[in-house]
């Protein structure tokens, strides 16, 4: 069958029946699905290798977001995360997006940016321009640092420099432009700020301090869009608030945060799947969203268009890459990325983002309709059922019961299975 992202009924079959339909679906070899049991994904041997001082491997659910459209392509999406119905609201706006041809997403060029502090300056100004006058040296001393990024297409392409005021001090801080390609890039950029740190002290007239990148990712950007169908939501009067319920997220901080916290729910359970850095991902959106004012506002837009339909639209920075860290080293994560079937970092940034938007519209259209703590209601009860120590067979019944009572607690949760158990 050909590749793709709708498998109705996916969530009703077994954990073996999803990876066969899984392996179907994304036209992969079983085989290669076998390190998602835990016995395989991670062994202790190979964590031992990744940080130090290890003591054990914490486990976190894998799930698979159906549904996605995006350029074009059918996508199956593989997303870690402990928080219950985030895969399904991914996946439910996602068919829903899919009804007006999906996700559009586009790219910059992939420029990570990496910092040398210059302290001690005499002259910032003078020393500025000296180290723009130096543009070419710098680059070429840098790009000698790294001579396969080059062959590749990428090195460093500018430099740019800013003085910063600071309680201690002034600062000459030097930027240095790379293109990384397909690697997350930390450790090419760093590499080339640790070289060229001493030269750039020199012209300037100053001690070199730090030499680090910046997360603040804001030339290397990924978007997404879409259009979700006004008849699909629910009609005009859904769509209008909606509208309402995003517009306070862009007027008001305390709203604004949780509403990027949601976007996050979907972009950093794909990032952690793949073997990224999702602390990384997570500063650099969270400083997008401050404006030039200084004000934190909503990553993500939500809009009518003329035909009355909602357009979503999210930009930020996505500095993630397919080569290097957890990405090569993880066998779970290797087989995240074949189930995506990315072929560069750029692809694989803007089927990230999509999921972000997707998840942010869910969480919107669930607060402008019913409120957000029915969704969670019946998937939280199922976590309580199980944690009060529910057999399979128990637990239909004992779900319904929470949700029929209005009382999803642990101490309720006990009482209808004592009850049950007890009742012939």
């Known amino acids: 069958m050909p590749r793709t992202s709708r498998v109705p009924g996916f969530r009703d079959l077994s954990v073996a029946e999803r990876r066969t339909a899984l392996g179907a679906a994304a036209e992969l070899d079983p085989a290669l699905l076998a390190v998602l049991d835990p016995e395989q994904g991670m062994a202790i041997s190979l964590a031992d290798h990744m940080i130090e001082n290890v003591v054990g491997v914490l486990g976190v659910p894998l799930g698979l977001a159906t549904n996605f459209v995006v350029n074009g392509r059918q996508v199956l999406v593989p ?33 990570m940016q990496t910092q040398v502090q210059i302290i001690g300056v005499a002259d910032p100004a003078g020393g500025r ?36 005021e600071s309680r201690a001090g002034r600062y000459v801080v030097l930027h240095l432009h790379v293109d990384v390609r397909d690697a997350m890039g930390a450790n090419a950029v760093n590499t080339m700020a640790e070289a060229i740190a ?53 007027a008001d901080v305390y709203r604004a945060v949780t509403h990027n916290k949601g976007i996050m729910n979907g972009i950093s359970a794909v990032v952690l799947a793949t073997g990224n850095d999702t602390r990384a991902v997570e500063a650099g959106g ?49 087989a995240a990325l074949a189930i995506l079937g990315v072929r560069t970092a750029a692809e694989l940034a803007e089927i990230i983002v999509a999921v972000g938007l997707a998840q942010n519209f869910a969480a919107v259209r669930a607060l402008a309709t019913e409120g957000i703590q029915r969704g969670h209601m019946s998937l939280h009860a199922r976590n309580i059922a199980t944690t009060v120590g529910a057999t399979a067979e128990e637990l239909p019944t004992l779900v319904a019961r ?23």
């Open 286 to 334: 969270h400083s997008h969203a401050v404006g030039p004012g200084g004000g934190y506002t909503s990553l993500s837009r939500f809009e009518r268009d003329a035909d009355g339909n909602i357009v979503g639209t999210l930009e930020l920075p996505m500095p993630v890459g397919l080569v290097g860290g957890a990405t090569r080293t993880h066998p779970v994560a290797q």
């Open 198 to 250: 001493p030269r750039a002290a020199e012209i300037a007239g100053g001690r070199a301090l730090l030499r680090i990148l910046t997360n603040k990712a804001d030339l290397r950007l990924s978007r997404a869009r879409a259009v979700f169908d006004a008849d699909a939501l629910g009609g005009p009067a859904v769509v209008e608030d909606i509208v309402h319920a995003a517009a306070l997220a862009e």
């Open 402 to 424: 929470m949700i029929a009572d209005r009382a999803v607690r642990a101490d309720h949760a006990e009482r209808v299975l004592a009850e049950l158990r007890t009742t012939p």
């Open 129 to 164: 321009l000296r180290l723009l006058d130096a543009r070419d040296e710098l680059i070429a001393l840098a790009n000698a640092q790294d001579p396969k990024l080059v062959e590749l297409g990428g090195g460093a392409r500018e430099v740019s420099v800013r003085i910063v």
């Open 79 to 111: 997303m870690a995360t402990e928080e219950a119905s985030v895969v399904a609201a991914a996946s439910n706006s996602a068919k829903i997006a899919r009804l007006r041809g999906g996700f559009h997403t586009s790219s910059s060029q992939p420029i």
